[in-house]
């Protein structure tokens, strides 16, 4: 299977701020990579996918960048509502495998 | 709109088994694969594995295989995944995902979540 590792595993920040979450491939993924949003006590929404393809509806403040085995998620402007948890997922090979996850919290 | 609605949430005792419902609303439920994750508590997210709503057809991960069941009513756009000889360790909240285009292993619409609690 491969293994996504995601850093840092939890980040404080202020509104405004602009964040940068990473997440690292054990082999090559080309682009099937996705980010998901997961607030507490509910299911996770689709943010980026193929690394880089902003899910309809989703602010033009999130975006993500990378390929082969790194790639990162940035929120230019950190929002209220951003505040949660982000997870990155391999679509490349089965299993679909996800990152352990980056808890993004109020500085 | 597009929804999933999953069954209520279980608690079993070990050894026993569960079978949960993802009830799809919004769009054409043959076209698009449905995919099973779970998330046991204060943890990530973990596939188990997918139906093809049209064939039948199933891919589980490795670690499921023999203990997990999928199927589909086509008649009533319903889902299901039945998880057999439950212990503590499959205690975790169940999401029924949507396929996006159609197969691939991202999901685009997600149901509520059922919480499975396993406890003797």
């Known amino acids: 299977d491969i293994q996504m590792t995601q850093s840092p595993s939890s980040l404080s920040a202020s509104v405004g701020d602009r964040v940068t979450i990473a997440c690292r491939a054990s082999?090559?993924?080309?682009?099937?990579l996705n980010w998901y949003q997961q607030k507490p006590g509910k299911a996770p929404k689709l943010l980026i996918y193929?690394?880089?393809s902003l899910q309809s509806g989703v602010p033009s403040r999130f975006s993500g960048s990378g390929s082969r085995t790194d790639f990162t998620l940035t929120i230019s402007s950190l929002q209220p509502e951003d505040f949660a948890t982000y997870y990155c997922?391999?679509?490349?090979?089965?299993?679909?495998?996800f990152g352990g996850g980056t808890k993004v919290e109020i500085k | 709109q597009v929804q999933l609605v999953q069954s209520g949430a279980e608690v079993k005792k070990p050894g026993a088994s569960v079978k949960v419902s993802c009830r799809a609303s919004?769009?054409?439920?043959?076209?698009?694969?449905m995919h099973w994750v779970r998330q046991a508590p204060g943890q990530g997210l973990e596939w188990m594995g997918r139906?093809?709503?049209?064939?039948?057809?199933?891919n589980f991960a490795q670690k499921f295989q023999g203990r997990v069941t999928m199927t589909r009513d086509t008649s009533i756009s319903t889902a299901y995944m039945e998880l057999r000889s439950l212990t503590s360790d499959d205690t975790a909240v169940y999401y029924c995902?949507?396929?996006?285009?159609?197969?691939?292993?991202?999901?685009?619409?997600w149901g509520q979540g059922t919480l499975v609690t396993v406890s003797s």
């Open positions: 995902a949507r396929a996006a285009s159609g197969s691939g292993y991202y999901s685009d619409y």
């Open positions: 919004g769009y054409t439920f043959t076209d698009y694969y």
């Open positions: 139906v093809n709503p049209n064939s039948g057809g199933t």
């Open positions: 082999q090559t993924i080309s682009s099937y």
């Open positions: 193929a690394a880089s």
């Open positions: 997922q391999q679509s490349y090979s089965t299993p679909p495998t």
